[in-house]
């Protein structure tokens, strides 16, 4: 490997570690340099948050060494934080505080991520208790941070807040994340854990999948050549020279042997089996809201809400948390009735739901009891009897595992359950809360594939900026500046929405020691204000508040095409180029009101001065 000369901050070579039966790690490797940007990727179960463990210095090796270069400070992000024993968010932020560390940075890294520091950790949700602990591993400024799903449980803004505070941090970073959108912007190399070993590109994540898809091409090849060889041994072993006794042995031992060889690299690169069972079709119209409004305390969180959802639609709910997205997915769903306005639901509506947190799953149930319901050994799927086994199979579990209790599963494998209960039923709509937490990057993708072959309708609600721009084919977010409980859907998924609207309301990133990272790695951009307002500038600020009024009117007008209820059957293809030219013009109306205000800002800051 092709470095320089100072040594890494960080290694660790040989580790090897079995659980029971197989070996969870095989002489698996891991180095880390200063200022260094690795993620770390491989299945669900495959050891990625052991091997972490272990280079966090939690977890000892049956065999291997691991080094730290003296006087190097660590702090590590656990996947599942726990709060147990401290008073307060900001009792357990300050534990992690080492000799000489500023403790203010605790209350600067609370506030940017919205708490107050006197949060009950018995009473905490999981977005908060993870923001805690965030605040706990970044407050000491470490030379390393180990950060375990970093992402779970966080709203959109504290996700981007993350992004620009770790790009600019010093720290070097391992990371494990579902979020590829997140490890496309910090990495600059990546680990691939597979069957117990590492393999170490020198890229970021962004080129890891095209390289990981030939690394497994290649070993299909040799694959290939391998059921080759055990056929032509088994044609011999039948028809050789039966005389020849101890010569048959010896090529019966090596043909088990190429066997058992076949056995492993088949179970190694085993995939998810996803399908969703499907009810019959529900009608056109699958559901409509007029004016609903929900309030809770006097606080409205929806209000005078219109929404419109044909079958087939795929409608995503993004924006911060407590803006109301699961209460605007009950009121949609019928489980929460509005305070005012009116649901119509479609006819023979089959609804399937996955909740955010997996509490439809008893912890003390096992695996097969799950899945079953507790009857016997089948389980109905789309209205067909499985036995459990096979279905356990679908979902990259091993007949062993039957009897596991849940609360005994990585949160991978309880994704993967409660993927499998949902899938099972059928539906004709879908509805997934954050179904992307702690799954695997493979078993995303066959998600989305399964999503984008679904024949029925889906509400998806999710933080996973890539996995909404694949998925969802419009976007509910909350539009505060329209008023409390006020929400606005955009034509297309989370880029799209981005485009017409600009980001979504963010914390301010905390104030961090910036150093360059190493091997041309992203770094924080910086921007400098002008002394005054250039002439194409000052042209624009005059001439916005006309263009903008023009727009205004041709959005109105288009707008008020789109109530004509018999548009689309007399003429869809006037219907759909006047939805293109509304998302156009609205995309163009918000930019400009943006650059006005931007520039109206920086003239208000400059006359100011």
Not at 112 to 134: I, K, W, Y
Request: proline share 5%.
């Amino acid at each position: 490997m092709a470095r320089s000369a100072a040594p890494p901050l960080l290694s660790l070579q040989d580790i090897t570690l079995t659980f029971g039966g197989a070996p969870l790690l095989k002489g698996a490797e891991l180095f880390l340099f200063e200022g260094e940007r690795l993620c770390l990727v491989g299945r669900n179960g495959s050891g990625k948050s052991t091997l972490l463990k272990i280079a966090a210095g939690m977890i000892e090796a049956d065999r291997g060494s691991r080094k730290l270069k003296p006087g190097t400070t660590l702090r590590y992000l656990e996947q599942e934080p726990d709060l147990t024993g401290f008073a307060t968010t900001r009792a357990y932020a300050e534990a992690g505080l080492g000799p000489g560390d500023d403790p203010h940075r605790v209350s600067l890294l609370l506030q940017a991520l919205d708490l107050t520091g006197e949060e009950d950790p018995v009473q905490v949700s999981g977005g908060e208790a993870r923001r805690a602990a965030l605040v706990r591993a970044l407050a000491p400024d470490p030379d390393i941070l180990l950060l375990d799903e970093p992402t779970n449980h966080l709203d959109l803004p504290a996700i981007e807040w993350l992004e620009r505070s770790l790009a600019a941090s010093r720290a070097a970073l391992v990371l494990i994340s579902h979020d590829r959108r997140f490890l496309t912007k910090l990495t600059q190399r990546t680990v691939w854990l597979d069957r117990g070993a590492t393999r170490r590109l020198e890229k970021g994540f962004a080129a890891f999948e095209v390289w990981r898809d030939a690394q497994l091409e290649l070993e299909a090849e040799a694959q290939h050549k391998l059921d080759r060889k055990i056929a032509a041994e088994e044609d011999w072993l039948r028809y050789g020279v039966t005389a020849r006794r101890r010569r048959n042995q010896r090529r019966l031992g090596e043909l088990q042997a190429l066997r058992r060889q076949r056995r492993e690299a088949r179970a190694a690169t085993g995939q998810v089996v996803m399908a969703a069972a499907l009810a019959g079709s529900s009608g056109k119209r699958v559901l409509e809201a007029k004016a609903i409004s929900k309030a809770f305390g006097g606080r409205p969180v929806v209000a005078d809400l219109d929404l419109v959802l044909q079958r087939g639609d795929r409608l995503g709910l993004a924006g911060p948390n407590g803006s109301g997205k699961t209460t605007l997915v009950k009121l949609l769903t019928g489980m929460m009735e509005p305070d005012a306005g009116e649901l119509k639901t479609g006819k023979r509506l089959e609804v399937v739901s996955l909740d955010q947190r997996r509490e439809s799953l008893d912890p003390r149930s096992s695996l097969a009891d799950t899945l079953t319901d507790g009857r016997g050994d089948q389980v109905a799927v789309g209205g067909q009897q499985r036995h459990v086994i096979s279905y356990m199979k679908d979902f990259l579990f091993q007949p062993e595992q039957a009897g596991t209790p849940i609360s005994r599963l990585s949160g991978g494998e309880r994704g993967r359950v409660a993927l499998a209960v949902a899938l099972a039923r059928p539906s004709n709509l879908l509805v997934l809360d954050e179904p992307t937490n702690d799954l695997d990057l493979e078993t995303l993708d066959l998600l989305e594939d399964l999503l984008a072959g679904y024949q029925g309708t889906v509400i998806l609600v999710s933080h996973d900026r890539a996995f909404l721009d694949s998925i969802v084919t419009s976007l509910l977010v909350p539009a505060p500046e329209l008023g409390q409980g006020r929400w606005l859907e955009y034509v297309g998924g989370y880029s799209d929405m981005l485009a017409q609207r600009g980001t979504l309301g963010a914390p301010k990133p905390a104030k961090t020691k910036v150093r360059r990272p190493t091997d041309g790695g992203p770094t924080a951009p910086r921007e400098t204000a002008k002394a005054k307002l250039s002439f194409k500038e000052k042209h624009a600020l005059a001439t916005l508040p006309e263009r903008i009024a023009t727009l205004e009117k041709q959005v109105a007008r288009l707008r008020e095409r789109m109530t004509d209820p018999d548009l689309y059957g007399r003429d869809p293809a006037a219907f759909q180029k006047n939805v293109a030219d509304l998302a156009r013009a609205e995309a163009a109306l918000a930019a400009s009101e943006e650059e006005w205000l931007r520039l109206e800002l920086r003239r208000e800051e400059m006359e100011g001065r």
